[in-house]
C-alpha cells in the first residue's frame, strides 16, 4: 500500500487508500451522474476522485471559507458520498439532515448549525427548504443531486450545473502534483499549477485532527435536537476497529443504514474506504428492496440493527412451519450442532473432529436457507443501535453467521464496545476497542472516555457540560453492567427506566425487546411510570395477522377490523403470556392496548435506527394509555 500522506485526518487517509485501488470498482449502486437506473452500476476510484476534487474547487470558487457548514439531506446514493468527501476535502464541515424530516424540523438545523449551503437529492427536498427559506439567514445556495435542467427563477441549483460553471477542470495529478506526490505513491516534480488547485492543496495541507468533520444532530428520543460535533481525530478513534475486523480489498460491504447516522457514515461511508472494499449502495430502506439487493449482490460483510435479522428469522420460522415435521426437525438438529460448534470455539475451546464432520453435513441443509436469504457469503455481520436477543444470535450462529454486537453513541463517534472473532460473548455488547476507557457509575450509568469523545454540541455549552465532567468522562445516559471478563451489558436508557408507585425500576427495554422476534408483533411499547403495573401498547405486524386469520376463515380485511376481532385480541394475549412467563411479576404486563396504526421513521416516532421516541409515542396514544389505567 502506497502511502503518500501522514494520515492525520480524514482526507489524508481516503487519498492513500485510492492510490493502491485507482482502476477498481468500488462503490456500486443503481444511481449514475445524477440519474436512477434498473441495473447495478459503479463507479472506479479514479472516477470518485475526480468529481470529488472539482466539487471540492467548486466550494472553494463559492466563498465557502474552512469550518464553513455545508448540509447533505438526501438518500444514501454515489453523490452523498461524493458531496461529504469534497466537503472534507475543502476543509468544511458536513451537516447530515434525515430526508424524513419536516421542513421546520430540517430548518431547525440548518438554522442552528449556521449551514452556508445545503445539497439535496431531489426538487421535493429542495422545495421543502425552499418553503422555509425565509428563516435561513446564512443559506446562500441550495444544490439537487438529480440530473435536471435548470428552471429559471428557481432558488435551487444543481450539483452539476456548480460543477459546470468552473472555468476549467481541476486535474487529479496536478493536485496530487501540488502536494508532492503523486497517485502511484511516488515522489512528484512540482510545475505550475492553476491557481484553484493551488489554493484546494492548500486547504488540504491546512486540515488538523481537531478541525471539525461533521456535525451530527442527535435524532431527539427525548427532546430537541442537539448538533454534535465530531473532529477528524474523533472519526479517526474508530481505525482500530476497522483494522480489526479482518476485512478487505475482496469484501463486499452492503450499505443500508443511513450516511446520516454516525452507524451508516463511520462503519459503511468511511470503514469500507479505510479497508479498500466495495461498498454497494442497496436501492432503498424498505425489505423488498433489501432482499433484493442481498439475493443480487450476495454480500461478505453487512452492517445493520438487529430487526434487520429479526425480520429474516421470523420469515424463516415461517416458512418452517409450512415443511413437514421430518425436515423442520432435521433443520432445528442442524442448526444446533453449528451453535455447540460456535459455543466451543467462543469459549476458546478445540471443536472435536466428529462435531466438526457434523457441522459440514449440517451445511448443506443451513447454506440452502442461507442462500434463500441471500446471505450464504456473509463473513461477517455487526449490529448496533439497539439490543440483539441471545435466541436471535444463536440462531444465526447454528446457520454459521455470527453476529457480532457492539454499543456506541453519535458523542463516541460511535463505536466503543464490540465483540470480534475469537472474543464474542452474546448478550453483551463487547469489550472496550482500543483508546476507550470505560467504567460504570454508582448509579449504573455508563461512562466513557477517550479521543472517540465529541468535541461538544455545537454552540450549546450548557448541554455541553451536563454530558461531560471536569475529568472529560462522557455520561451516556445509559445504564450497563460489565462481567467478570469486561464485556458490557446494555440495561437500558437511565431516563428510560419505569419507576412504579411500589418503587420498583424497571428497565423496559429487556420486556419490549423480548417480542422482537414474534411475528404477529411489529412493535410493543412498555409504559407505567408513577402507576402501580406496567401496561403496554402493541402494535401488531398487519400482514402477517392477515394471513393466520385467512387460514382460520376469519372476517378481518382492515385494520380497525383486525384490532376489534376478539380471536385477534386472543392470539396476542397468549403472545404477551408467554413473554411474561420469562418475568418477575412486577415485571410483566397486566393490561395492553391493541392499536391499527404502526409506527415508522415517516411518522415520527421511531429513530432511523430503530429507536423508540418514547416521548412522542407517549403523547400520541395518551387516551390509550390512560383507559389502561382508568
Request: hydrophobic share 40%; proline share 5%; charged share 25%.
Amino acid at each position: 500500500m502506497h502511502s503518500n500522506f501522514e494520515e492525520t485526518n480524514i482526507v489524508s487517509i481516503l487519498m492513500n487508500r485510492v492510490c493502491d485501488i485507482w482502476d477498481e470498482v468500488k462503490i456500486i449502486s443503481k444511481y449514475k451522474n445524477g440519474l436512477h437506473g434498473e441495473e447495478w452500476q459503479g463507479y472506479t476510484v479514479s472516477e470518485h476522485m475526480k468529481i470529488q476534487l472539482n466539487l471540492a474547487a467548486a466550494w472553494i470558487r463559492l466563498g465557502l471559507s474552512p469550518q464553513d457548514r455545508v448540509a447533505i439531506m438526501a438518500v444514501n446514493r454515489p453523490r452523498w458520498i461524493f458531496t461529504i468527501h469534497s466537503l472534507l476535502t475543502a476543509n468544511l464541515v458536513t451537516v447530515p439532515v434525515y430526508p424524513t424530516l419536516t421542513a421546520d424540523e430540517a430548518a431547525f438545523i440548518l438554522r442552528d448549525s449556521g449551514a452556508k449551503c445545503a445539497v439535496v437529492d431531489t426538487p421535493a427536498q429542495a422545495n421543502k427548504i425552499i418553503s422555509v427559506l425565509d428563516s435561513l439567514p446564512d443559506l446562500q445556495g441550495i444544490y439537487i443531486m438529480d440530473k435536471l435542467e435548470q428552471e429559471p427563477g428557481n432558488p435551487a441549483s444543481t450539483l452539476d450545473a456548480l460543477l459546470a460553471s468552473a472555468p476549467e477542470q481541476v486535474d487529479t495529478e496536478e493536485v496530487y502534483a501540488g502536494l508532492g506526490t503523486n497517485v502511484r505513491g511516488h515522489a512528484a516534480q512540482v510545475n505550475r499549477v492553476p491557481i484553484i488547485v493551488e489554493q484546494l492543496c492548500e486547504r488540504i495541507r491546512r486540515i488538523t485532527p481537531e478541525d471539525m468533520a461533521a456535525i451530527l444532530y442527535t435524532s431527539g428520543t427525548t427532546g430537541q435536537p442537539k448538533g454534535v460535533v465530531l473532529t477528524h481525530r474523533n472519526f479517526l478513534s474508530q481505525r482500530p476497529l476497522q483494522r480489526g475486523l479482518n476485512v478487505g480489498r475482496d469484501d463486499i460491504f452492503l450499505n443500508h443504514l443511513p450516511f446520516c447516522h454516525a452507524f451508516g457514515l463511520t462503519t459503511d461511508l468511511f470503514g469500507s474506504l479505510e479497508v479498500q472494499s466495495t461498498l454497494v449502495i442497496a436501492d432503498g430502506i424498505q425489505p423488498e428492496q433489501i432482499r433484493h439487493a442481498l439475493h443480487t449482490i450476495r454480500p461478505t460483510v453487512l452492517m445493520s440493527v438487529p430487526r434487520f435479522f429479526e425480520k429474516i428469522y421470523i420469515q424463516v420460522q415461517q416458512v418452517l412451519e409450512q415443511r413437514p415435521k421430518p425436515v423442520r426437525w432435521l433443520f432445528e438438529a442442524s442448526v444446533d450442532t453449528g451453535t455447540a460448534a460456535a459455543d466451543l470455539e467462543t469459549a476458546g475451546r478445540t471443536v472435536p473432529p466428529w462435531l466438526r464432520l457434523k457441522c459440514r453435513l449440517s451445511r448443506v441443509i443451513t447454506n440452502k436457507v442461507l442462500r434463500q436469504a441471500g446471505l450464504d457469503r456473509v463473513r461477517l455481520a455487526f449490529v448496533g443501535g439497539a439490543p440483539a436477543g441471545v435466541e436471535l444470535c444463536r440462531f444465526f450462529q447454528g446457520l454459521g453467521i455470527t453476529i457480532f454486537q457492539g454499543y456506541g453513541l453519535t458523542e463516541t463517534s460511535p463505536v466503543v464496545t464490540l465483540n470480534l472473532p475469537g472474543r464474542n460473548k452474546p448478550g453483551t455488547v463487547g469489550l472496550p476497542i482500543s483508546g476507550v476507557e470505560m467504567k460504570i457509575a454508582e448509579d449504573g450509568e455508563i461512562l466513557l472516555r477517550g479521543e472517540c469523545v465529541m468535541k461538544g454540541y455545537f454552540g450549546n455549552p450548557a448541554a455541553t457540560g451536563d454530558v461531560l465532567d471536569s475529568d472529560e468522562w462522557f455520561h451516556t445516559g445509559d445504564m450497563g453492567e460489565i462481567d467478570q471478563d469486561g464485556y458490557l451489558r446494555i440495561v437500558d436508557r437511565k431516563k428510560e427506566l419505569i419507576i412504579t408507585s411500589g418503587g420498583k425500576n424497571i428497565a423496559p427495554l429487556a420486556l419490549e425487546s423480548a417480542f422482537n422476534t414474534d411475528r404477529y408483533i411489529d412493535r410493543v411499547v412498555v409504559v407505567g411510570e408513577g402507576h402501580h403495573y406496567l401496561a403496554a401498547l402493541v402494535f401488531p405486524d398487519f400482514g402477517h395477522i392477515r394471513e393466520w386469520a385467512a387460514a382460520k376463515g376469519l372476517a378481518c380485511r382492515t385494520n380497525r377490523e383486525i384490532v376489534a376481532h376478539p380471536e385477534v385480541r386472543k392470539l396476542l394475549e397468549e403472545r404477551v403470556a408467554l413473554v411474561n412467563e420469562r418475568f418477575a411479576r412486577f415485571e410483566q404486563i397486566k393490561k395492553f392496548a391493541i392499536l391499527e396504526q404502526s409506527l415508522s421513521i415517516e411518522g415520527g416516532e421511531i429513530t432511523p435506527t430503530e429507536k423508540l421516541k418514547r416521548r412522542v409515542i407517549a403523547e400520541r396514544y395518551r387516551n390509550d394509555i390512560d383507559e389502561m389505567y382508568a
